[in-house]
Each structure stands twice: as structure tokens, then as C-alpha cells.
């Protein structure tokens, strides 16, 4: 059985990364890190933030590539898609919006002298599959959701993001953007009417991206996924919608990132566990979970190191 180091969202720490690589026994041969026996799986957002765009992309994509590692599309790069693509009724897929700039500045800075190069990275980041799932393992950027991941293969037959899915998954009355919305972004459920909380760039929300595998959990407060020090914000009243998803611990594993968590690496439940801790947050981590095959998931085959700057 093919062991995996499965790595969490990235954003441009390329110093981080060739550190954890190396702690998990990668080495470099011929410009690319490689393991004898195990493959990285990658969870996606490489890109924005960081001050090494290049360097991340020049790391992965070559293992990617020559089969040393497998990897899925995360949010960051399905914007970085949108963004650059041109809406046929006008402006881009993703509005130019100070906001937006923001956030990508760091990629279009790394790219700005060269716009070839740009532009095929953006065509790479399409053969990037929206989830894998390999039987006795599973991967997806944030959420596993069966129904909208079932709906995507009766209508594309694949897990791609085709130009037609694309363009749809632009328009909120398609079912397309809730599936990107969902499965590359996160469960999210409206808060009741006047209450909002601020996300950890300071916009204003009326709706909170939830806990979508916490079966126990009733109130908005306790399927609450974000800051921290906006917990106190959000009312701890019941939620009378059904908007959890029953992953059953007979099912197999399932790994995620996009969550920025705290703390200590742990598993969100028996078979599901989130790679992300915060890498691009001051004092955050770059985390690996090494799977050998287990169903039952163990705290002790997480794997991190420290953000250095």
C-alpha cells in the first residue's frame, strides 16, 4: 500500500516547506524533492500571502509532475483562476476589487514580469482535481460533501474544473458556485437576521463557515469555524436547519485543509483531519500527517514546523 505525507495549505512559505520535506525524509535529486518509499499529497492554496510564490510553486509542481506527490485545487487557486479569466457579460469571474487585489497582490507580484508564465501556470492550476478520492483514503480542500461531490460527476463526469463549470461557478443562482463555494471554501450557514461577527481580515459576515463533521453540535455558537476572539459574537442559539454532514466513522479517512487551526496538531474526529495550521500567520505551522494505511487516525503521525518569519 502506497504510504502518503498529506501537507496543509501553504501560501507561499517556500522556507517552511523545504523544511518540513526535509523532516519527513525528502531529499532533493535533480532539482526535485522526492522520498524512496512515500508520496506527498498536497491540499492545495500554494499561493497568496507569502513572500515566496515562486519558490513554492518551483517545489511543487515539479513533484507533482514526475509523480513524486498527488495534489488538489484549494480556493486560492480557483480565485487566482477567476480572477484572470474574462466574464463574457463583462469585467473578470472575480471582481478586480481592492479587497481581492489584496489578497493576491503577493502571486501578481511574483509573475508580473512575465506574463507567458503567468498565464500557463494559471492553465496548470486547472488540472488540479477539486477532490481524490482513492478508495481507503480521501482528500478535498474543505469540505467532503457526497451530494454536491455526486452532482459534479453526473454533470461533468469529473472531478475538473472545466471552462463550462468555471464560468458557471461564477453565478450565484448556478448550483456550480455552491459547489466550489462548499467543497474549496466551507459549509457556510447564515446567521439570524441583525447579527454578524468580522473574519480574520476584519470584513464584516453575516454567515459563518461551520463545523460541518460535528454531529453533536446544535448552536451557532458551537458549529462556529473562525476567530477566535469573535466566539463571544456569535449567539448561542439553536440551529434548526440540518446542515451537518454525517460522515460516519465507518467511512474512510478524510483530510482537508483551509481551516487555519491553533494549537497542537490533532484529528477532528477518528477518520477526519485538517492539515492546516496556520502557516501564513505569525507563529503559525506548516503541518504533515503521515497516513500508512490506518482507518483510525493517530495524533502521533502529525508532523510540523514552525513559520520562521
Not at 99 to 112: E, R, V
Request: hydrophobic fraction near 40%; proline fraction near 5%.
Amino acid at each position: 500500500m502506497q504510504a502518503f505525507d498529506i501537507i496543509g495549505d501553504i501560501h507561499g512559505q517556500a522556507l517552511e516547506l523545504q523544511k518540513l520535506l526535509l523532516k519527513l525524509g525528502y531529499q532533493e535529486t535533480n532539482g526535485i524533492y522526492q522520498h524512496p518509499e512515500r508520496k506527498v499529497i498536497f491540499l492545495g492554496d500554494f499561493i497568496d500571502r507569502g513572500n515566496y510564490q515562486r519558490r513554492v510553486i518551483d517545489i511543487v509542481r515539479p513533484m507533482i509532475d514526475d509523480g513524486h506527490a498527488l495534489a488538489v485545487m484549494g480556493n486560492h487557486e480557483y480565485n487566482a483562476i477567476s480572477f484572470a479569466t474574462e466574464d463574457p457579460n463583462g469585467g473578470f469571474l472575480r471582481k478586480h476589487s481592492d479587497k481581492n487585489l489584496k489578497q493576491h497582490q503577493a502571486f501578481l507580484d511574483a509573475y508580473a514580469s512575465d506574463t507567458d508564465e503567468y498565464l500557463e501556470l494559471l492553465s496548470w492550476f486547472k488540472t488540479l482535481p477539486l477532490w481524490i478520492d482513492l478508495g481507503n483514503l480521501r482528500i478535498i480542500h474543505a469540505c467532503w460533501d457526497p451530494d454536491l461531490i455526486q452532482t459534479v460527476i453526473d454533470n461533468y463526469q469529473q472531478p475538473y474544473l472545466t471552462d463550462e463549470f468555471l464560468f458557471l461557478s461564477a453565478y450565484k443562482e448556478n448550483w456550480e458556485y455552491q459547489a466550489i463555494e462548499t467543497l474549496l471554501k466551507g459549509k457556510e450557514i447564515s446567521l439570524p437576521s441583525g447579527k454578524s461577527f468580522l473574519d480574520k481580515e476584519g470584513n464584516e459576515r453575516t454567515e459563518i463557515r461551520i463545523k460541518w463533521w460535528m454531529q453533536e453540535a446544535t448552536t451557532y455558537r458551537d458549529m462556529f469555524l473562525g476567530p477566535e476572539d469573535a466566539i463571544p459574537t456569535i449567539p448561542d442559539e439553536p440551529v434548526t436547519d440540518d446542515c451537518l454532514i454525517n460522515y460516519d466513522v465507518t467511512q474512510p479517512p478524510v483530510f482537508m485543509g483551509h481551516y487555519w487551526m491553533n494549537g497542537e496538531p490533532k484529528t477532528l474526529a477518528s477518520n477526519i483531519a485538517c492539515v492546516d495550521w496556520s502557516v501564513a500567520r505569525v507563529h503559525g505551522k506548516l503541518v504533515a500527517y503521515s497516513w500508512m494505511g490506518e482507518n483510525e487516525l493517530n495524533n502521533n503521525h502529525f508532523a510540523f514546523v514552525e513559520r520562521e518569519e
